[in-house]
T-cell receptor, first 119, second 115 residues
Framework: ETGVTQTPRHLVMGMTNKKSLKCEQH?????MYWYKQSAKKPLELMFV???????ENNSVPSRFSPECPNSSHLFLHLHTLQPEDSALYLC??????????????????FGPGTRLLVL | AQSVTQLGSHVSVSEGALVLLRCNYS??????LFWYVQYPNQGLQLLLK??????LVKGINGFEAEFKKSETSFHLTKPSAHMSDAAEYFC?????????????FGTGTQLKVEL
Protein backbone atom coordinates (compact mmCIF):
# COMPACT_ATOMS: atom_id res chain seq x y z
CA GLU A 1 0.00 0.00 0.00
CA THR A 2 1.69 3.22 -1.11
CA GLY A 3 -1.29 5.54 -0.68
CA VAL A 4 -0.04 6.75 2.71
CA THR A 5 3.67 7.05 3.37
CA GLN A 6 5.49 7.78 6.60
CA THR A 7 9.06 8.84 7.30
CA PRO A 8 11.20 7.90 8.99
CA ARG A 9 10.28 4.25 9.46
CA HIS A 10 12.46 3.98 12.55
CA LEU A 11 13.60 6.64 14.98
CA VAL A 12 15.71 6.54 18.12
CA MET A 13 15.85 9.70 20.18
CA GLY A 14 16.95 10.88 23.55
CA MET A 15 14.60 12.57 25.97
CA THR A 16 16.05 15.99 25.23
CA ASN A 17 15.90 15.72 21.44
CA LYS A 18 13.45 17.33 19.06
CA LYS A 19 12.33 15.35 16.07
CA SER A 20 9.43 15.27 13.63
CA LEU A 21 7.45 12.48 12.03
CA LYS A 22 6.09 13.02 8.56
CA CYS A 23 3.06 11.55 6.85
CA GLU A 24 1.98 12.05 3.26
CA GLN A 25 -1.15 10.76 1.58
CA HIS A 26 -1.57 10.41 -2.17
CA UNK A 27 -5.26 9.49 -2.14
CA UNK A 28 -6.86 12.90 -2.44
CA UNK A 29 -8.31 12.65 1.05
CA UNK A 30 -9.34 15.53 3.28
CA UNK A 31 -8.87 14.05 6.74
CA MET A 32 -5.71 12.79 8.41
CA TYR A 33 -5.09 11.07 11.73
CA TRP A 34 -2.29 10.20 14.15
CA TYR A 35 -2.53 6.99 16.17
CA LYS A 36 -0.25 5.52 18.80
CA GLN A 37 0.17 1.75 18.92
CA SER A 38 1.76 0.40 22.10
CA ALA A 39 2.31 -3.22 22.93
CA LYS A 40 -0.73 -5.02 24.34
CA LYS A 41 -2.93 -1.91 24.09
CA PRO A 42 -5.55 -0.90 21.54
CA LEU A 43 -4.63 1.72 19.01
CA GLU A 44 -5.06 5.15 20.55
CA LEU A 45 -6.31 8.02 18.44
CA MET A 46 -4.17 11.07 19.13
CA PHE A 47 -5.16 13.77 16.65
CA VAL A 48 -7.55 14.28 13.78
CA UNK A 49 -7.39 16.92 11.09
CA UNK A 50 -10.23 17.59 8.68
CA UNK A 51 -9.66 20.06 5.85
CA UNK A 52 -6.45 21.06 7.58
CA UNK A 53 -8.24 22.03 10.77
CA UNK A 54 -7.68 20.09 13.96
CA UNK A 55 -10.99 18.58 15.01
CA GLU A 56 -9.84 16.13 17.64
CA ASN A 57 -7.18 16.18 20.33
CA ASN A 58 -7.51 13.23 22.64
CA SER A 59 -5.84 14.62 25.75
CA VAL A 60 -2.41 14.14 24.28
CA PRO A 61 0.54 15.61 26.23
CA SER A 62 1.89 18.85 24.87
CA ARG A 63 5.24 17.21 24.10
CA PHE A 64 3.42 15.96 20.99
CA SER A 65 2.58 18.77 18.59
CA PRO A 66 0.79 18.07 15.30
CA GLU A 67 0.89 20.18 12.19
CA CYS A 68 -1.16 19.90 9.01
CA PRO A 69 0.08 22.43 6.44
CA ASN A 70 -2.15 21.06 3.68
CA SER A 71 -4.50 18.16 3.06
CA SER A 72 -1.70 15.89 1.86
CA HIS A 73 0.80 16.32 4.67
CA LEU A 74 0.71 15.75 8.39
CA PHE A 75 3.53 16.14 10.86
CA LEU A 76 4.00 15.14 14.47
CA HIS A 77 6.62 17.23 16.23
CA LEU A 78 8.23 15.58 19.21
CA HIS A 79 10.14 17.20 22.05
CA THR A 80 11.26 16.13 25.52
CA LEU A 81 9.65 12.73 25.17
CA GLN A 82 9.59 10.06 27.84
CA PRO A 83 10.57 6.39 27.50
CA GLU A 84 6.89 5.42 27.79
CA ASP A 85 6.30 7.29 24.53
CA SER A 86 8.15 4.55 22.70
CA ALA A 87 5.62 3.01 20.33
CA LEU A 88 4.59 2.64 16.72
CA TYR A 89 3.05 5.86 15.45
CA LEU A 90 0.58 5.35 12.64
CA CYS A 91 -0.81 7.91 10.28
CA UNK A 92 -4.10 7.42 8.46
CA UNK A 93 -6.23 9.36 6.00
CA UNK A 94 -9.81 9.26 4.81
CA UNK A 95 -12.21 11.11 2.57
CA UNK A 96 -14.55 13.50 4.29
CA UNK A 97 -17.57 15.46 3.13
CA UNK A 98 -16.87 19.07 2.31
CA UNK A 99 -19.81 20.23 4.36
CA UNK A 100 -18.96 18.10 7.33
CA UNK A 101 -17.15 14.91 8.01
CA UNK A 102 -19.59 13.09 10.19
CA UNK A 103 -20.95 10.73 7.56
CA UNK A 104 -19.58 7.62 9.10
CA UNK A 105 -18.56 5.54 6.13
CA UNK A 106 -15.21 6.99 5.30
CA UNK A 107 -12.64 4.23 5.40
CA UNK A 108 -9.33 5.08 6.98
CA UNK A 109 -6.20 4.06 5.11
CA PHE A 110 -3.05 3.61 7.16
CA GLY A 111 0.60 4.21 6.54
CA PRO A 112 3.32 1.74 7.56
CA GLY A 113 4.13 3.60 10.76
CA THR A 114 7.19 5.02 12.45
CA ARG A 115 8.74 2.84 15.14
CA LEU A 116 9.91 5.26 17.83
CA LEU A 117 12.28 4.39 20.65
CA VAL A 118 12.93 6.98 23.34
CA LEU A 119 16.04 6.40 25.42
CA ALA B 1 -19.35 4.66 24.98
CA GLN B 2 -18.48 2.04 22.46
CA SER B 3 -16.10 -0.81 23.09
CA VAL B 4 -14.72 -3.70 21.12
CA THR B 5 -13.71 -7.07 22.54
CA GLN B 6 -11.57 -9.52 20.67
CA LEU B 7 -11.58 -12.88 22.39
CA GLY B 8 -8.20 -14.52 22.27
CA SER B 9 -5.08 -12.44 21.89
CA HIS B 10 -3.40 -15.38 20.15
CA VAL B 11 -4.95 -17.93 17.82
CA SER B 12 -3.06 -20.80 16.24
CA VAL B 13 -4.36 -22.89 13.35
CA SER B 14 -2.91 -25.44 10.98
CA GLU B 15 -2.44 -24.58 7.34
CA GLY B 16 -5.65 -25.45 5.52
CA ALA B 17 -7.80 -25.25 8.64
CA LEU B 18 -10.64 -22.87 9.31
CA VAL B 19 -9.75 -19.46 10.71
CA LEU B 20 -12.17 -17.92 13.19
CA LEU B 21 -11.34 -14.65 14.90
CA ARG B 22 -13.94 -13.29 17.27
CA CYS B 23 -15.12 -9.73 17.69
CA ASN B 24 -17.95 -8.42 19.84
CA TYR B 25 -19.00 -4.83 20.22
CA SER B 26 -21.05 -2.99 22.76
CA UNK B 27 -23.15 -0.03 21.74
CA UNK B 28 -26.85 0.70 21.84
CA UNK B 29 -26.99 1.23 18.09
CA UNK B 30 -25.10 -1.15 15.79
CA UNK B 31 -22.02 0.68 14.58
CA UNK B 32 -20.08 0.46 11.37
CA LEU B 33 -17.71 -2.50 11.68
CA PHE B 34 -14.25 -3.06 10.29
CA TRP B 35 -11.52 -5.66 10.24
CA TYR B 36 -7.94 -4.60 9.64
CA VAL B 37 -4.83 -6.76 9.27
CA GLN B 38 -1.31 -5.78 10.24
CA TYR B 39 1.63 -7.72 8.85
CA PRO B 40 4.97 -7.47 10.64
CA ASN B 41 6.57 -4.04 10.37
CA GLN B 42 3.67 -2.67 8.37
CA GLY B 43 0.67 -0.46 8.92
CA LEU B 44 -2.95 -1.56 9.05
CA GLN B 45 -4.66 -2.75 5.89
CA LEU B 46 -8.43 -2.87 5.56
CA LEU B 47 -9.73 -6.43 5.12
CA LEU B 48 -13.43 -5.69 5.00
CA LYS B 49 -16.15 -3.51 6.46
CA UNK B 50 -19.86 -3.62 7.17
CA UNK B 51 -21.93 -0.50 6.80
CA UNK B 52 -25.36 -1.57 5.63
CA UNK B 53 -27.15 -4.21 3.57
CA UNK B 54 -26.09 -7.85 3.41
CA UNK B 55 -24.77 -9.01 6.75
CA LEU B 56 -22.20 -11.38 5.25
CA VAL B 57 -19.32 -9.29 3.99
CA LYS B 58 -16.55 -10.59 1.78
CA GLY B 59 -13.12 -9.03 1.94
CA ILE B 60 -9.70 -9.46 0.49
CA ASN B 61 -7.52 -12.59 0.70
CA GLY B 62 -10.53 -14.90 1.07
CA PHE B 63 -11.71 -13.49 4.39
CA GLU B 64 -15.31 -12.81 5.25
CA ALA B 65 -17.23 -11.63 8.29
CA GLU B 66 -20.85 -11.80 9.33
CA PHE B 67 -22.65 -9.11 11.27
CA LYS B 68 -25.03 -10.64 13.80
CA LYS B 69 -27.04 -7.99 15.57
CA SER B 70 -28.60 -10.40 18.04
CA GLU B 71 -25.15 -11.48 19.17
CA THR B 72 -23.48 -8.07 18.78
CA SER B 73 -20.76 -9.86 16.89
CA PHE B 74 -18.69 -9.46 13.75
CA HIS B 75 -16.50 -12.56 13.64
CA LEU B 76 -13.89 -12.94 10.90
CA THR B 77 -13.52 -16.26 9.10
CA LYS B 78 -11.54 -17.88 6.33
CA PRO B 79 -12.25 -21.44 5.22
CA SER B 80 -8.64 -22.47 4.68
CA ALA B 81 -5.67 -20.81 6.36
CA HIS B 82 -2.51 -20.07 4.46
CA MET B 83 0.93 -19.40 5.87
CA SER B 84 0.74 -15.88 4.49
CA ASP B 85 -2.26 -15.16 6.75
CA ALA B 86 -0.02 -15.01 9.80
CA ALA B 87 -0.46 -11.48 11.09
CA GLU B 88 -2.27 -9.45 13.70
CA TYR B 89 -5.95 -8.76 13.12
CA PHE B 90 -7.86 -5.82 14.55
CA CYS B 91 -11.59 -5.35 14.80
CA UNK B 92 -12.79 -1.75 14.91
CA UNK B 93 -16.08 0.08 15.19
CA UNK B 94 -17.28 3.52 14.27
CA UNK B 95 -20.57 5.05 15.42
CA UNK B 96 -23.26 5.58 12.81
CA UNK B 97 -24.20 8.98 14.16
CA UNK B 98 -22.15 11.54 15.98
CA UNK B 99 -18.61 11.13 17.15
CA UNK B 100 -16.96 12.01 13.89
CA UNK B 101 -14.96 9.48 11.91
CA UNK B 102 -13.40 7.97 15.05
CA UNK B 103 -12.50 4.31 15.09
CA UNK B 104 -12.41 2.33 18.33
CA PHE B 105 -10.12 -0.66 18.03
CA GLY B 106 -9.95 -3.95 19.83
CA THR B 107 -6.69 -5.13 21.32
CA GLY B 108 -5.94 -7.37 18.38
CA THR B 109 -5.57 -11.09 17.74
CA GLN B 110 -2.27 -12.54 16.63
CA LEU B 111 -2.87 -15.34 14.15
CA LYS B 112 -0.25 -18.05 13.83
CA VAL B 113 -0.44 -20.58 11.01
CA GLU B 114 1.44 -23.81 11.44
CA LEU B 115 2.41 -26.46 8.93
Amino acid sequence: ETGVTQTPRHLVMGMTNKKSLKCEQHLGHNAMYWYKQSAKKPLELMFVYSLEERVENNSVPSRFSPECPNSSHLFLHLHTLQPEDSALYLCASSQSAVSGWDRGQETQYFGPGTRLLVL
Amino acid sequence: AQSVTQLGSHVSVSEGALVLLRCNYSSSVPPYLFWYVQYPNQGLQLLLKYTTGATLVKGINGFEAEFKKSETSFHLTKPSAHMSDAAEYFCAVRPRTGGGNKLTFGTGTQLKVEL
